[in-house]
């Protein structure tokens, strides 16, 4: 099933708690050494894949390998290649920062340098501080710290950065920019968009517990989403103009002008978020409309209408 250089591979996934339909028929696939962003809104159902490929979640039906593994039956050296940054911040303990790393090297076959781990995150001047005293940006710093120290052939980093400030922001993206450098596929999940642009190769939308887009991060939405959009106020009114040809556009408004300033002239490319954006409303506007037209059937069939 899995193509030959795929990290991760996953056919028509799905998952239902209870009555939650929380994932159907989602399929993708990660080339090792790719960096994967899946995005999507609050309960899109992100968590429940990656929980699924990490093996800390049952499948209802579908298929996946992760690393070669079907993560639902994946044993110590398994997951001793993964390295995982679960969303919420679990380490609170009464153990150093230098010590619990330490702690955790030993649990893996190859792991990083503590001291080098250390300073990747940032965290050299409070390595003898007990970790419950660090602040909740310091502590999202040893989750990742813990994610990495395995020297992981695969890592899933879920909302690695929240929490954090802008410095540590850019300081993280320097590390995942090398760890990518050295081969290691990285699934990330993330609400910062620019986050995604930065640093993934490709990444799949999420919507409703489905895929809605896949493709690389640079073409995903295809060509019409990423039409540049020319705006401008002209006698005192706010205009637009999506085109292909902004320059054309921007030369004409110029001369339209006598060759003067044009007001608040800018062209904007429409970035990641703004694709996104669009994408994820397109499908709750089709998801309303379906629902819609699935309550007026109802109202339509004998003894179908609730009033
Ligand atoms: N343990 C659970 N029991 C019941 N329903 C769950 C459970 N975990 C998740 N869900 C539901 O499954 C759906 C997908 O949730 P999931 O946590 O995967 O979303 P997400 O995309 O990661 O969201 P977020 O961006 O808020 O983290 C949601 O409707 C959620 O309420």
């Given at each position: 099933m899995t193509p030959p250089d795929s990290a991760v591979s996953v056919r028509d996934l799905r998952k239902t708690y209870g009555s939650v339909d929380?994932?159907?028929?989602v399929s993708f696939d990660i080339a090792r050494g790719e960096t994967f962003a899946l995005l999507g809104p609050n309960g899109a159902g992100k968590s429940t894949t990656i929980e699924i490929l990490e093996g800390y979640r049952d499948r209802t039906g579908g298929a996946a390998e992760v690393l070669g593994v079907d993560p639902g039956r994946g044993g110590t050296d398994w997951k001793a290649r993964l390295g995982i940054v679960l969303q919420s911040t679990g380490e609170s303990g009464s153990a150093t920062v230098r010590e619990q790393l330490t702690h955790f090297a030993g649990f893996y076959p190859n792991p990083r340098n503590v001291d080098e781990v250390i300073e990747a995150v940032g965290l050299q001047e409070k390595?003898?501080?007990?970790?419950?005293?660090?602040s909740g940006g310091q502590r999202r710093r040893i989750d990742v710290a813990l994610g990495i120290i395995g020297n992981p052939e695969l890592l899933f980093l879920d909302e690695?950065?929240?929490?954090?400030d802008p410095e540590a922001r850019r300081q993280f993206w320097q590390l995942i920019l090398a760890l990518k450098d050295e081969g290691t596929t990285i699934l990330l999940t993330t609400h910062y968009l620019d986050e995604a642009a930065r640093l993934s190769d490709r990444a799949g939308i999420i919507a409703g517990g489905s895929l809605i887009e896949v493709g690389a991060i640079d073409e995903i939405g295809g060509a019409e989403a990423r039409t540049p959009v020319v705006r401008w106020i002209e006698d005192g009114v706010a205009r637009s103009e999506r085109t292909t040809e902004p320059s054309r556009l921007v030369a004409e408004l110029v001369d339209r002008h006598g060759g003067a300033e044009v007001p608040q002239l800018e062209v904007v490319r429409p970035s990641l978020e703004d694709v996104y954006l669009e994408l994820v409303e397109r499908f709750d506007s089709s998801a309303r409309d379906a629902a819609s037209l699935h309550a007026a059937a109802l109202d339509t069939t004998p003894n179908g209408g609730v009033r």
């Open positions: 929380a994932l159907h028929d390595q003898k501080t007990l970790i419950r005293k660090l690695p950065t929240t929490g954090f």
